[in-house]
């Protein structure tokens, strides 16, 4: 175990590097920042002094050991746009993103793993072809149609009935959908502050509804590609050989679907679920757009758009950090599920 961490950190360092290589290289690319700074009327005589101020006349090289330097002391320089150190800008925004991906996950694996196995063990019921063709739907439709969608059902609201009015469940559907004002659909609301700064939106059912309708979408992209994956799965889990001498034996179906057939389903949804949360951070960027949620997809969308360059490194050195832990966490956690495995790779 301790050789393996030793690899992935060195793992990490490489891929950090290289991602700063990237990020640092493309800087030139995305706008001058100092027009952004300053306005039209600044001569360009003052606009000279402060790009050399900022050392933006410097060479790439002499510029990115000094941007290393400072990496190294978690100093990523400062905001253009906020004047403030990046660290903290990416700090006050990303308990928002995190919020947002820890509920998005939160629903996928409440909805994912019994959907799957049901549409496994009964994959003739019609309830299974039913998900089966909602997930064909909820993959092809991009992720900022679905929150228009919600938007313009839950929220803003529409004049027609589509549900059975006659029965209890279409009464009440009806009455979410045709009532207007009904989900919030801009911003955070308030969020109720837990620990010093940080603030939740967990803590207040207030706080739930703003984040009903950006978990549904954002989880609308995963959630089809989980539910397929596992029910793929566990179809050939129980086509195995141990599963049918467990059933040759009398063993209970509840036991062998949810504890033989379930265990080994889930090591390569493990592996594959690594991997997509680390994914939904990059998601964000479109659902807190549309939803004018306050996290780091907005930031960065307004940083590119303001060529705030400190910011947008920062912003990319943070994400490879986040994939790099995600991946490492998956590899350990499939290593204890499934304790045949090797984290060393070397042979038993």
């Keep these: 175990m301790i050789a393996f961490l030793i690899k992935r950190l060195f793992h990490a360092l490489l891929v950090m590097f290289i991602i700063s290589v990237i990020a640092f290289a493309i800087q030139d690319n995305l706008g001058d920042p100092i027009q952004q700074m300053v306005g039209q009327s600044v001569p360009e005589s003052e ?42 800008v990416i700090l006050r925004h990303l308990p928002a993103t995190l919020e947002l991906v820890f509920s998005t996950t939160l629903l996928i694996v409440l909805l994912s793993v019994p959907i799957g196995v049901y549409s496994a063990i009964r994959p003739r019921a019609w309830l299974s072809r039913f998900f089966m063709g909602v997930s064909i739907i909820g993959i092809s439709i991009p992720v900022f149609l679905t929150a228009i969608m919600l938007i313009q059902l839950f929220a803003i609201g529409v004049s027609w009935s589509p549900f059975p009015a ?28 837990v620990f010093g700064t940080w603030a939740t939106n967990f803590a207040s059912l207030e706080g739930l509804t703003y984040l009903v309708l950006p978990t549904v979408s954002l989880a609308s992209i995963m959630l089809p590609l989980f539910i397929r994956l596992i029910r793929a799965e566990m179809l050939e889990v129980l086509q195995s050989e141990y599963v049918k001498f467990a059933r040759a034996k009398g063993i209970s179906l509840r036991r062998i ?74 590899d350990l956690i499939y290593g204890l599920v499934n304790p045949t495995v090797k984290l060393t790779g070397k042979p038993a």
Excluded: C
């Design 47 to 88: 606009r000279e002094i402060l790009r050399e101020q900022l050392g933006l006349n410097d060479p790439f090289l002499i510029q990115y050991l000094r941007f290393a330097g400072n990496a190294l002391q978690l100093d990523f320089g400062y905001s253009y746009i906020f004047n403030q150190p990046t660290t903290e």
């Design 166 to 193: 006659d029965t209890g469940w279409g009464a009440w559907l009806n009455d979410l959908i045709t009532t207007e004002g009904g989900m919030p659909a801009y911003g955070r609301g308030d969020p109720v502050p």
């Design 257 to 330: 679907y949810f504890l033989h057939a379930l265990k080994n389903t889930m090591l390569p949804v493990i592996t594959m679920g690594g991997v997509q949360i680390g994914t939904l951070v990059a998601y964000t960027i479109l659902t807190e757009t549309v939803f004018q949620w306050p996290g780091m997809g907005l930031m960065f969308l307004n940083a590119i758009q303001r060529s705030d360059v400190p910011l947008i490194i920062t912003y990319l050195m943070i994400v490879g950090l986040i994939f790099v832990i995600t991946n490492t966490l998956v």
